[in-house]
Structure formats: structure tokens, C-alpha cells
């Protein structure tokens, strides 16, 4: 495992590092078991979780293993053997990450999916990953049941009086044996399949392996550079279910022995996440861009007395100098900035003490990876040339493809390369620069949202014709989701009171439908969509057409 901070003065060792993953090797044991059997780790803090109510649990890792073991039990009692998906659909509290765990332990396939979806979100996803189990709270089993779905999971609540249909984790966790014995997994084996967002209605699923966790360690080591005391307490907003919460937070931290708070309530508050920051004594944070936005809006004499953080990583979005000038002067801390997806994350990095800082530069390469910039054919280019940026196949990090979709697995490469879909150069000393994207895939908040996705779920409003979504640029959220509408009533383009009305319609439509990280926060009316000769719409003209209503 790679040291926990790198000195500057390594660097230039660092330039031959090469990542050793063992052979055999299991995610949930790697972050939980061997820390219980370690007398002098055993009994230390693995979680700390704050609840809704405010009420805190502090869980060890023998209780976590314990609990991961017993809930291994009853997943294995609910016929799940290895390879089988399990979803887990639930917010950061504690049963989110003893399913997790029981999953992996049991050589069984993860599938950690977003509290906010629902609807078609869901049910998608449900339907793709052919998920045998889903794991959720009272609210998420209704949205489950209200689905119609081709194969019906079985449901497992874990709050109490679940509705008809659902089982009682508790009811189920007071039967099962307090012990398992974790399935041997090889390192290449899957372990997670974690759900990104392409142009086309379909979600993707990227399966990853178990080596994805160790593949993280040279980034978040160097990520987080600041010495692991024993007040050491990390914390993120990302949910757990994207691979920035679950793979560049929880999973590594818990990795390296050390805690993680549980904390995530249905809205980012500045005000409250400081608040939270401060009572918890939150020491390492990792941050979309979008959040320290927020938290920007604060005085920054609040920010400075209030903020406990010695270590700051944004990662998801561009950070930009502007909110590197902020965390110096309000946070007293240089930001580092990640870089990778789903596919491939934590790839490149910028602000560690061995990438200083070069302000708009995505930094250098994480050691441990290979990236470079590459033309349509795969061909690496020179330094100064524009191109894709592009993840060596052969890296640690690399999904094993896409769930049940070979064809969008091979457009995913050029030969050796996988293409990312950003677009971007590398100077002469190794920092690469961000140019944009390649694909209509939207950024906003940190989340990747795909505009089939959302113009599938509109076009089933009884009110659309035609719908065409994109993203446009925002101070906030870096893009939020537009939506252009062919109202199926041409009437309502020139009555401004009934296309408010449907716009507003529709937004809760998808809202409910869909997400409400997706819904769109602008929507426009048109006589028609703009269309290339083949009829294929051109998101590139509607994103140059004067803003529509922001509702």
C-alpha cells in the first residue's frame, strides 16, 4: 500500500511507481475484517453516523464486522450466491455500508444506487443489473413496489412496519449468525456496478472489480496529504452510491483504518454543513466543485472560525482559481483537485505536494496510471496538441466493461485507450488542461446526467410532441439541465400563463419521475427542434438560443 502523504521531495521517485495489487484480494474484507482482527484497531471508530434526528452512532470495526457478517447471513438466506447483484438504495447511515460490505464479502455484486432516483431512474436500473435483492429504507420499498418491473426483488426494509410485501431487516438480522466467512475473491473479480449516464436513454452500468479499491490508494493518499492523526474524520456529500462518495471517501479511508462520518440530508445547506463540519470536528473533506461554491456564499470570517477541514479535495467538475483563491483565504488549505470517472477514476490530480498547483491545470498524472491525449485513432499525441484524454486500458483502475452491453464497451476504446469523452492538452512538463466535452453528457452538481435519460421520461408527459434536452453553463452548478419542448398544443407558444404552466408541469413530472438532481431547471417552447440533414437533433444549435424561462 502506498505511504499515507507524499513529500515533495519525492517526486522524482515517484516517476517509475508501479501499483501492486495482489492476487487475491476483497474489497469488504480489506476494509472492515482484517482491521477486526487487529487487537490494536479493532474497537477504534469506523464510522461515526448522525441521523436525520440528530442522534449519533459511533460503530467500531468489530461492530462492523459483526453487523456485516449477520447481514451477509441473511443475504445468503435470501438465496444470494456469488456473481448475484444486490442493490442498496439508501443515503449514508449505517445500514448503507454494512449492506455494501455484506455484499462484497459474500462474492455477490453491489449495486449502489442513488437515493434521489426514482420512477424510470430507478426502475431502469433495476430492470438492467437484474438486481435479485434490493436494501432499502420505508420510502425507497414504496417506490420499489410501485414499480412495474419484468422480475420482482424481494424488498428488505431497514426501518421498521414495512409495507405489505417487504421484508424487516431487523426481523431477519435477529435470525442470522453474527459470523460468515468472507467468499476468497481474486482482485479481478467483480464487485461493483455503479451506474454513469451516456447521450442515450439507457444508463450505463460499469462493472468494477475488486482491484478498483487499491487502485484508489496512490490518489487518495496524495489526495489527502495531511498526517493521519488520531483525530483523523472524513466526510463527504457525495452520496454514497457515485464512485466520488464511495470509492474516493469511504471505501479508501475505511481502507487505511480510519473513520468516516455518515451525515447527508436531502439538500446540501451551507449554513447546516458547516455547522455539522464544526460539531463533528470533520478533518478531510472531498467536495464537488458545486458545494464549495455554496459554502462560498458564506462570510468569510464565519468560514475561517467555523471550518475544522486540513485537507480539501473537489473532484466531478472543473474547480477553477476563483474557488482555489477562496479555500487559501477562507479555509487556510490549498484545494486538490481529482480527475477520473466512473470507468477509470482518480486518475490525474493537482495540488498534492508533489503536483503543485498550476491554476486552470487538471494536474498530473496520479502515479500508478497511465493517461495521455490521443487523436481519433488512438494515435498519443505530442505535447501542446489538442485531442481526447484517454485512460491506458491496462490501468488498475479499469472497469471490467459495461453490464450486458458489449457494443458500448468497445465504442468506449480506441486500441489501447479508453476515451473519456473530454477533450483537453498536456504541456511539456506532464499537467494536463480541461477543454470540455466531447459527448451531450451534462455536469451539473457533480452529477453526470444523460439527456436521453431525461427527454424519455418527458416525452411521456401527455402535453410533449418533441423534447430535446442540454446543458447550459451555470455560476453554481457548473451546467444545469434545459429542456426545449414541442407542446403537443402549438397553441401554448404564444400564451406565456399556459406554457408556465406546463413548464412547471414538467418539471415536476420528471422530478418525480426521474430525479430531482435532473429535472429541468429551465424550460423553453419551440414550433420545432432544430435537425441535421439525417434528422439526428443538434443540441450544439439549441444551446446558442436565447435563454427560456428560468422557473
Request: hydrophobic residues 40%; negative net charge.
Amino acid at each position: 500500500m502506498m505511504g499515507a502523504g507524499i513529500a515533495e521531495s519525492d517526486a522524482d521517485g515517484l516517476r517509475g511507481f508501479a501499483l501492486s495489487i495482489p492476487f487475491h484480494f476483497n474489497i469488504g474484507v480489506d476494509v472492515c475484517d482484517r482491521h477486526a482482527a487487529n487487537p490494536a484497531r479493532a474497537n477504534m471508530p469506523a464510522l461515526i453516523v448522525e441521523d436525520a434526528r440528530g442522534q449519533v452512532q459511533t460503530i467500531t470495526f468489530a461492530r462492523l464486522k459483526s453487523g456485516s457478517d449477520r447481514m451477509a447471513n441473511v443475504l445468503r438466506g435470501l438465496g444470494i450466491e456469488s456473481g448475484d447483484r444486490v442493490a442498496v438504495y439508501l443515503s449514508q447511515r449505517l445500514e448503507t455500508a454494512l449492506a455494501l460490505i455484506a455484499i462484497l464479502k459474500l462474492g455477490a455484486v453491489a449495486v449502489p444506487l442513488f437515493p434521489l432516483f426514482n420512477g424510470d431512474g430507478l426502475g431502469g436500473r433495476l430492470t438492467d443489473s437484474g438486481a435479485e435483492v434490493v436494501v432499502t429504507d420505508a420510502e425507497g420499498a414504496v417506490r420499489v413496489m410501485d414499480l412495474d418491473l419484468p422480475t420482482r426483488p424481494t424488498v428488505v426494509s431497514v426501518d421498521p412496519d414495512p409495507p405489505a410485501g417487504v421484508r424487516n431487516l431487523d426481523d431477519l438480522m435477529g435470525r442470522g449468525s453474527g459470523y460468515f466467512r468472507s467468499v476468497e475473491t481474486m482482485a479481478e473479480d467483480p464487485a461493483l456496478l455503479l451506474y454513469t449516464s451516456g447521450t442515450t436513454g439507457t444508463p450505463r452500468g460499469a462493472l468494477l472489480a475488486h482491484r478498483a479499491l487499491p487502485a484508489h490508494w496512490p490518489g487518495f493518499g496524495m489526495a489527502f496529504p495531511s498526517p493521519f492523526l488520531a483525530d483523523e474524520l472524513f466526510w463527504t456529500p457525495a452520496d454514497w452510491a457515485w464512485v466520488g462518495g464511495l470509492l474516493s471517501v469511504l471505501f479508501p479511508a475505511l481502507s487505511r483504518g480510519l473513520p468516516v462520518l455518515g451525515c447527508r440530508g436531502p439538500r446540501f445547506d451551507p449554513e447546516e454543513t458547516l455547522a455539522m463540519m464544526s460539531r463533528h470536528r470533520v478533518r478531510s473533506a472531498f467536495f464537488p466543485p458545486t458545494a464549495l461554491r455554496l459554502l462560498r456564499q458564506l462570510p468569510v470570517a464565519q468560514v475561517r472560525a467555523s471550518s475544522p477541514l486540513r485537507a480539501v479535495v473537489a473532484g466531478g467538475e472543473p474547480l477553477g482559481g476563483a474557488l482555489l483563491d477562496w479555500g487559501r483565504e477562507a479555509l487556510g488549505l490549498t484545494i486538490n483537485e481529482v480527475y477520473g470517472q466512473t470507468e477509470a477514476n482518480l486518475v490525474i490530480g493537482n495540488g498534492f505536494p508533489c503536483h503543485p498547483v498550476r491554476p486552470g491545470s487538471m494536474g498530473r498524472v496520479i502515479p500508478g496510471h497511465r493517461v495521455e491525449i490521443v487523436d481519433d485513432e488512438g494515435r498519443v499525441l505530442a505535447p501542446g496538441e489538442l485531442g481526447e484524454i484517454a485512460v491506458a486500458r491496462s490501468d488498475p483502475s479499469m472497469f471490467l466493461g459495461y453490464w450486458n452491453n458489449p457494443e458500448a464497451t468497445a465504442e468506449k476504446f480506441r486500441g489501447e485507450w479508453m476515451l473519456t469523452g473530454d477533450t483537453g492538452r498536456k504541456d511539456s512538463d506532464g499537467s494536463f488542461w480541461f477543454l470540455g466535452r466531447e459527448d451531450d453528457v451534462i455536469i451539473s452538481a457533480g452529477y453526470r446526467i444523460g439527456p436521453g435519460e431525461v427527454e424519455d421520461v418527458l416525452m411521456r408527459h401527455p402535453g410533449v410532441d418533441q423534447v430535446a434536452v442540454v446543458g447550459i453553463p451555470d455560476p453554481e452548478r457548473t451546467e444545469i439541465v434545459k429542456a426545449f419542448v414541442v407542446p403537443r398544443d402549438r397553441g401554448l407558444l404564444d400564451n406565456g400563463t399556459a406554457s408556465g404552466v406546463l413548464a412547471q408541469d414538467l418539471q415536476q413530472f420528471a422530478r418525480q419521475r426521474y430525479g430531482a438532481h435532473a429535472y429541468p431547471r429551465q424550460v423553453a417552447f419551440l414550433g420545432e427542434l432544430p435537425v441535421s440533414a439525417t434528422g439526428k437533433i443538434r443540441r450544439r444549435d439549441l444551446r446558442h438560443l436565447d435563454p427560456g424561462q428560468d422557473l
